[in-house]
């Protein structure tokens, strides 16, 4: 059975109702008759919002997945980074798993620094300050690559264009990503 892992973007199609829900909502009948077992990755609850803030808790996150229709969906930790994941809902990190993360960072955002400290000393930001939107956003597509490969995930399914870039996807191959498709593919595939 296949490991498919749906992305933060997947979540908003199926709360907007926009084109890409049609295809989810296919994943999702798959997974209830029991053909794939869909996964989301945790780190999707500290994505920025639309309003430019972040969730206060945890269980917002829960409730919108519930809301959505992905409310028995196992969840997948994130390596714990303080200010972005929430504590009971990441693993701490050993350095194959660090690793991991920074070989997916130079892949997807290599202009992008690892650690949060690095990225403001590089620009001039106080790192002291609420962090960094571009930063905070890299990093959650980062975790989610980390998340679908280190839970040895089969398919991951995601319209972010960082992912469908012909040199970063297979990059992500290399490093044991499967196949990265988009929501209007993922049934051809599974």
């Given at each position: 059975?296949?490991?498919?892992?749906?992305?933060?973007?997947?979540?908003?199609?199926?709360?907007?109702?926009?084109?890409?829900?049609?295809?989810?909502?296919?994943?999702?009948?798959?997974?209830?008759?029991?053909?794939?077992?869909?996964?989301?990755?945790?780190?999707?609850?500290?994505?920025?919002?639309?309003?430019?803030?972040?969730?206060?808790?945890?269980?917002?996150?829960?409730?919108?997945?519930?809301?959505?229709?992905?409310?028995?969906?196992?969840?997948?930790?994130?390596?714990?980074?303080?200010?972005?994941?929430?504590?009971d809902f990441?693993?701490?990190?050993?350095?194959?798993?660090?690793?991991?993360?920074?070989?997916?960072?130079?892949?997807?955002?290599?202009?992008?620094?690892?650690?949060?400290?690095?990225?403001?000393?590089?620009?001039?930001?106080?790192?002291?300050?609420?962090?960094?939107?571009?930063?905070?956003?890299?990093?959650?597509?980062?975790?989610?690559?980390?998340?679908?490969?280190?839970?040895?995930?089969?398919?991951?399914?995601?319209?972010?264009?960082?992912?469908?870039?012909?040199?970063?996807?297979?990059?992500?191959?290399?490093?044991?990503?499967?196949?990265v498709v988009?929501?209007?593919?993922?049934?051809?595939?599974?």
């Amino acid at each position: 059975m296949r490991e498919v892992t749906l992305d933060t973007n997947c979540i908003i199609d199926l709360e907007e109702g926009r084109p890409n829900a049609f295809f989810i909502r296919a994943l999702v009948a798959e997974h209830a008759r029991g053909h794939v077992r869909l996964r989301l990755p945790a780190i999707a609850a500290s994505e920025n919002q639309p309003d430019g803030g972040v969730l206060t808790n945890f269980a917002q996150f829960q409730a919108r997945v519930e809301r959505v229709g992905l409310g028995g969906v196992r969840l997948l930790q994130p390596p714990m980074r303080l200010d972005v994941t929430y504590l009971d809902f990441c693993v701490l990190a050993d350095e194959t798993m660090l690793d991991l993360e920074r070989r997916i960072q130079a892949v997807l955002h290599p202009a992008i620094e690892v650690e949060y400290a690095a990225y403001c000393a590089a620009r001039g930001f106080n790192p002291e300050t609420p962090l960094d939107r571009k930063w905070r956003n890299a990093k959650c597509d980062v975790l989610v690559a980390w998340s679908h490969i280190q839970y040895q995930g089969d398919v991951l399914v995601t319209a972010d264009g960082e992912f469908h870039v012909q040199h970063k996807k297979d990059a992500l191959v290399a490093l044991g990503a499967g196949l990265v498709v988009l929501p209007q593919d993922a049934t051809a595939v599974v």
